[in-house]
Structures are given as C-alpha cells and as structure tokens.
C-alpha cells in the first residue's frame, strides 16, 4: 500500500489556482524530499495529504482511506514549519497532551523525550526553550504513536549539526523499518544523500519527480571533470578535439575544468587518462541544488 | 470521547494553573458575603437583611460580572490557538473540528460551574452557618437556583464568546466583539427596550412586548432569580414585562439553555467553514 497517492490534484484559493495537475505518489519505506520556492505549492500539498483542505479535482488516498478521516490521521506524523506549542506547559506535559490526542502509548512520552535528547529539560516550560529545543519537541511529537507516514517540513532549523545528523540518522532508520517520510527543506545540500526521491514544485505544477538518477538524465546537465596535471595549458591543447566538452576552464597552471555531457563523461575521462599524467581527478555530478535550479529554472522560477 | 475529554482536561488545567479558577471562586465569594451582610446598609442597617433581597442584589452583580468573566475566558478559545500556532497542529490530530470546540466548551464551561459552585457555595454556607434564625431550606433553594442560573447564563457567554473566536483572525479583534457583546446585553438592550417602549406609547403588541425580553440571557436571568419569590410586584423597569410571560420558571430556564445552544451551534458551523 502507498502512503499516499494524488491523481490530478487541483486546489485553488480565492480563484487564484494553486496547485494544478499534481499526481505523487509515495511507497512505504521510501523517503521523498518536496522542493520548491515560497509559494510554490509545498504546503498547500502537505496540507491536502493532511486532509486539512479538500482538493477541488482529483484523486487522493492516504493510508489507504480518506485524508483527515481519525483512523487516518492517528497513523500521520506531522512537524510544521516553526512549530509551535503552548508555553505554559512542560515539555513532558505538552508530549503527554499529545499523546493522549493521539491515543499513542504513554510510555512513549518518557522514552521520545529522551530520544531527541530534552529527558533533562523535560520538567521546565516550554515558554523557556531554545528554537531547536522547541525543534525538536516538534519531532517528538510527530514521532508519537508510530507514524505510517511522516511529514517534516523544515525539521532542521534551529538544530545545531550534530542534532541534524541525528535526525538523518534517525529518518534513515524509520525508513528502513517501513516509514514513508516526506522531507520539505530549503538546505537543499543537506538533504540529499538521505532522499530516495525528489519531487520538484514550482508555480503550483510538479515540475519534476524521481530519483536523482533519473532527475540527471531528465535534466542532462553538464558533468564537471577536474584534473589536476603539471603543465594544464599543454593538457589542454592536446586534450582539444579528443574531448567533446561543452566548456573548458582552466583555474591555474595545473588545475582545468571541463564541463562536459552526461553521455560524453567516460569517453572524457578515457581522453584526460590517456593524455598526461594526472595527479588528480574529480567526477561532480550535477547536484540536488543544480537540478532544483535547471527544473524550476525550465518552469520559469530560476534560482 | 476520550479526545475531546482530552482538550476540555488542558483548558481545565490551565484554568488552574493561572489561577483563574481560584481568582474567580474568591471573587465571587467575596461579594456575595459582602451583599449578604452589607447589602442592607443603604437602608441603615448592616447585618443579614432578607433570602429574596440578597438574592436579587447578588443576581443584580451577577448580570455584570459573569458575562464578562465567560467573554474573558473564552474569547482566545480559537483564535488564540491559531495565533499560538497550535490549531493547525491539533487538527492534523485524530480530532474534528466539532469534538476541538466541544473539548474547549467542557473545559471552559466545567472551569465556570466550579466557580461558580465554590464562590457561592462557600457565601452560601457561611450565612447558613453565621446568621441567626435563616430559614436554611429557602435560602439552599435560592441558591441553587441561582448557581445553576449563573451557570448556564455563563456558558451562554462562553457560546457567543466562540463565536467570535472562530470568526477573526487576531486576538485583540475578538476581544473587542466580546466586550461589544457584553455592552450590548448588559447595558444597551434594556435601554433601547424602554426607549422602544416609550416612545411607542403603546402602538406596539402589547402580547409581543414580554417575549422581547427572552432576546436577551441576562434578563431571562434576572427574571428566574427575582421572579421565583413573588408573584413579579418586585419588578422594576423593563423587568415588569416578564411578569406578563404566558409560561413559568421551567420557560425561563428552557429559553437560558437555547442562549447555550444556538451560539455555540452557530460557532460550530462557522468553524467548520475557518480556513487554516
């Protein structure tokens, strides 16, 4: 069963369209990473899997039923952009609220707490908390009652690097025991060895979806080679017409960088092996942030 | 059920951990011992005076005070949630909208009845146990019936309190239709009922006139509390109307429940249509 489906989803809001045409769809055991600029449709779309709005046309199933329904709903976590929770309680107490909502075992209070690391501040307000302890009472709560399906929507912010390796840490091992995640971040670097697929909105349109294999051949950006020889200006001249590269920059006497074609990246490497004795060689694949900019670039947004 | 228990449970605690609950319990003790002992000093004397006229005097504050105290605790129910940024949390929960509102009505309607209960079950006690020679059972009759009444006047309030709070967008809006509520039933209607009556002189339905008043909660509750003790000779002012009512207390009490359940109908319905 997927953990979603959407099937021609349109949504508008005082006549202004903002989502149009958008069909996802999300295994279990699969991490999603859902990019776009501000307005771009990323709530919007979090919000109709939710079941907080209806969608105006389309198809949409979560879980197998209804979005929103109860039985639904108990098995979604959910982090929202700046969560928020009500200062006047303990963090323990505002878990405990939580859980009883959610009908989540009570044991989970004491043993969430001490897994995002607030067991020691679990007594105080959380009117006193940092914005990463708050963070992260966010994700406890999210993790309450083990979600079939969890959204986090910015959930590194305020968290220092060692919490933010924790919580990839932590998502990876969720996803493995069979939790579909959907990821909403603008730390686009940071989110990508931990994606299994990305989906791209932008202007209220999927403008892209797949896994980052397929995004680069869908997207067939240039493959950035870096030798590194004595003498690159030589390497150079004697590389020219071997290469079929798109754009050559040499960055000193011994470094050159060639931009070349996906399909064209191997006959490169083979031609700079061949051609001097080189110290160095780096392969950069075009990055998540590369592919964000050429397919929102494409739909008219640019980065 | 266990969720909407949930809701009315925190609101329930919060009531006491801010120390509402118990500022409201003292507050009304307080001024009901007072009127109990120090009502009849206009008249010269000081001491018990009478179980009707004690009543009415406190009923008298009451119309005052319990509004805005209900105005004041639930004006936030739901707008403060969506200023503090926890509704948009909560309704990704297993819970509707309907069970959210009816949590925060129980908690914030349980949080007025204790009050109300403690505030003027301990001035009650206090007379039966200080006063020489009071009749106990028509004073605990009384009584009752007041509490109850201020009650449910009070969860009127509540009601119309949400259906500010589900309608605006910020907290100090609804604070503002609340205190207009409140200036409306306490002090304007009665006033424009008698300007109406006056210049009328007469014109109007004299049949029709008496039902004007079930218009408003705090004249259906002024009416339960004065009326039970004579036959409406003590009336005053637009009250006198009351006296020409075709039904009884079990009317009165009938008309306060519907000031309950229409307002917070109306909110339920309204909220279900606040976009997030």
Wanted: hydrophobic letters at 50%; aromatic letters at 8%.
């Amino acid at each position: 069963m997927n953990c979603f489906e959407l099937e021609h989803i349109d949504y508008g809001y005082d006549r202004q369209p903002v989502l149009r045409d958008i069909s996802l769809a999300l295994g279990a055991g699969r991490i999603l990473g859902l990019f776009g600029h501000n307005g771009a449709g990323k709530t919007t779309t979090i919000k109709l899997i939710l079941g907080l709005m209806a969608p105006d046309r389309g198809r949409l199933a979560v879980l197998g039923g209804q979005p929103g329904a109860p039985d639904v709903a108990r098995r979604i976590g959910y982090l929202p952009e700046n969560v928020m929770f009500y200062p006047q309680l303990t963090g323990r107490e505002t878990l405990a609220h939580f859980a009883r909502l959610k009908d989540a075992p009570r044991r989970q209070v004491p043993e969430l707490l001490e897994q995002v690391g607030l067991a020691e501040a679990s007594g105080r307000r959380v009117r006193t908390y940092s914005k990463g302890m708050k963070q992260r009472l966010g994700l406890a709560q999210a993790l309450l009652g083990s979600p079939e399906l969890l959204m986090l929507d910015e959930p590194t912010t305020g968290l220092d690097p060692v919490a933010t390796a924790d919580l990839y840490r932590l998502l990876r091992r969720l996803r493995d025991s069979g939790t579909g995640i959907v990821l909403c971040s603008h730390v686009l670097p940071g989110v990508e060895p931990y994606i299994d697929e990305a989906a791209i909105l932008a202007g209220g349109r999927l403008v892209a979806r797949g896994n980052l294999a397929s995004l680069r051949r869908q997207a067939g950006l240039p493959v950035r080679l870096k030798a590194q020889a004595p003498g690159a200006d030589e390497l150079l001249q004697r590389l020219n017409g071997n290469v079929p590269r798109l754009d050559t920059v040499t960055r000193d006497s011994n470094t050159i960088e060639l931009d070349v074609r996906p399909g064209d990246k191997m006959t490169a490497i083979r031609s700079l092996m061949n051609s001097a004795e080189l110290d160095d060689l780096q392969i950069q694949q075009p990055t998540l942030e590369d592919l964000y900019c050429h397919f929102t670039g494409v739909a008219g947004g640019g980065c | 059920m266990s969720s909407i228990w949930s809701i009315a449970r925190k609101e329930l605690s919060d009531s006491l951990r801010n120390r509402w609950l118990l500022a409201i319990s003292l507050v009304f003790a307080t001024l009901a011992m007072g009127i109990a002992w120090f009502g009849a000093a206009a008249s010269g004397s000081i001491g018990y005076g009478n179980t009707p006229a004690t009543i009415a005097s406190l009923a008298s504050l009451g119309i005052f005070l319990i509004p805005l105290i209900a105005l004041l605790l639930a004006y936030d129910a739901i707008v403060g949630e969506d200023e503090g940024g926890t509704l948009l949390l909560l309704l990704t929960y297993p819970l509707t909208r309907g069970q959210l509102l009816l949590g925060k009505f129980l908690g914030h309607g349980l949080t007025l009845a204790l009050a109300t209960a403690l505030g003027f079950g301990l001035a009650g006690l206090a007379i039966a146990l200080l006063v020489d020679g009071v009749a106990v059972a028509p004073l605990l009759e009384a009584l009752l019936r007041f509490i109850l009444s201020s009650v449910l006047l009070g969860w009127g309030f509540v009601a119309l309190a949400y259906l500010a709070s589900v309608r605006v967008s910020e907290k100090p809006v609804a604070a503002g239709i609340a205190l207009g509520v409140w200036f409306l039933f306490v002090l304007v209607f009665d006033l424009v009922l008698l300007g109406i009556l006056v210049a009328s002189k007469g014109a109007f339905n004299p049949d029709l006139l008496p039902w004007l008043l079930l218009l408003n909660p705090t004249d259906i509750y002024r009416l339960l509390n004065i009326v039970a003790f004579s036959d409406g000779g003590e009336l005053t002012g637009v009250l006198s109307l009351g006296a020409d009512l075709p039904f009884g207390p079990w009317g009165l009490w009938l008309a306060l429940a519907v000031w309950t359940v229409v307002p917070f109908t109306a909110a339920w319905a309204l909220f279900l249509k606040r976009r997030l």
